[in-house]
């Protein structure tokens, strides 16, 4: 089959968003299909959101492939007769964010018009589809409220998860993502000035606002946990991560309100870790199951370090719960043989 994969993308910036354009994309290949891989440049500028969304319905790829496969919006709206969606996510302020500090524009009559005509166009292009898959529970049940629509979880995989291995269980309890507030490193910084063990953080990845990377560190220092608190604000390599998370105690996740479990929690299961998260963390909480796999605790500095220690304090329990958090994987059928064949049948 000729596939056309379509995202939108933020230049220069990488993440998870490219990721699972990229691997889905070698793994088609790996498969026998004929692949090519497609970006616009995107951004959520409300004067600028509907030129964006012309662009890309103005898209004709009807006789170039048999199927297109669309990510991030608002690759969506392109018109194509064998069109399937892997959903990441709506352009979030204009959904789930508007009525919260996030939502970053005016709420007057000019945004709330283009509000609902953007909502109307999402409703009428993402029902065209084939077939719509999202990349967790919580993105379809938004898709249902907002938009009336059914969807099915397909939960990504990583890239070659082979590359994390596990070497015990140390002090250190990892947590590798870019350094944002809501991904909420500060919280576990807070945390740290509560515990009572020999627990470390460490605190790997880069700040897009070099401000706050800074406020981190001076937060340490100010709560007198500098000594036990790594700040690592740069870019860390898939070796050097692989490497930090074989000996981890732990992995800490906790975003608010996130779209999906978040491949640092999928890493540290592959790394055999627990994953730590808060009952706030929206669809990390669909891989995590308290006790079994990982803790969850309300998002209070002294709930998240009493959880701390006792991954800390119980090593028994721990190794326990880093097992079952690789078993949960086989489980949820977390894969890319099953990716692949939901998206090509």
């Known amino acids: ?36 891989r497609f970006y616009l440049p995107f951004v959520d500028d409300p004067r600028q ?26 690759a969506y709206v392109v018109d194509h007769p064998n069109k399937v969606l892997w959903f990441i996510h709506h352009i979030r302020t204009f959904y789930d964010l508007w009525d919260t500090p996030y939502r970053g524009m005016p709420d007057d009559a000019g945004t709330r018009a283009i509000r609902d005509n953007l909502r109307a166009l999402d409703t009428r292009a993402i029902a065209e589809s084939r077939a719509v898959f999202t990349n967790s529970q919580v993105v379809a049940d938004r898709l249902k409220r907002f938009n009336g629509l ?43 000035q509560h515990t009572r063990s020999g627990v470390k953080l460490r605190l790997c990845g880069t700040a897009s606002n070099p ?15 500098a ?6 604000d740069r870019w860390i390599s898939e070796d050097e991560k692989a490497q930090i998370l074989s000996g981890a105690l732990a992995v800490a996740y906790l975003p608010k309100d996130e779209d999906s479990y978040g491949y640092p929690s999928l890493e540290g299961a592959h790394a055999r870790k627990p994953i730590l998260t808060t009952t706030d963390s929206g669809g990390v909480l669909e891989l995590v199951e308290h006790g079994r796999n990982g803790l969850i605790t309300e998002p209070d500095p002294k709930a998240l370090a009493q959880a701390m220690d006792r991954l800390h304090a119980d090593r028994k329990a721990t190794e326990k719960m880093g097992k079952a958090s690789l078993d949960r994987l086989s489980d949820m059928k977390i894969d890319w043989s099953t990716v692949v064949e939901r998206l090509t049948s």
């Open 227 to 232: 000594d036990k608190v790594l700040i690592e």
């Open 1 to 36: 089959m000729r596939i056309v994969l379509l995202s939108s993308i933020v230049p220069f910036i990488n993440g998870g968003a490219r990721f699972i354009v990229e691997w889905l994309e070698e793994k088609l290949l790996e498969a026998g299909h004929e692949v090519e």
């Open 150 to 192: 059914d969807a099915t979880p397909l939960y990504p995989p990583i890239y070659k998860p082979e590359r994390f291995t596990h070497t015990g269980y140390g002090d250190e309890i990892v947590a590798v993502s870019r350094l944002e507030p809501h991904k909420r490193q500060m919280l576990m910084i807070e945390a740290m």
């Open 49 to 74: 959101v509907l030129d964006q969304i012309a662009a890309w319905r103005l898209l004709d790829l009807t006789q170039s492939c048999d199927r297109v496969i669309a990510f991030r919006p608002p």
């Open 211 to 225: 401000e706050h990377g800074r406020s981190l560190a001076t937060r340490a220092r100010e709560l007198g946990v």
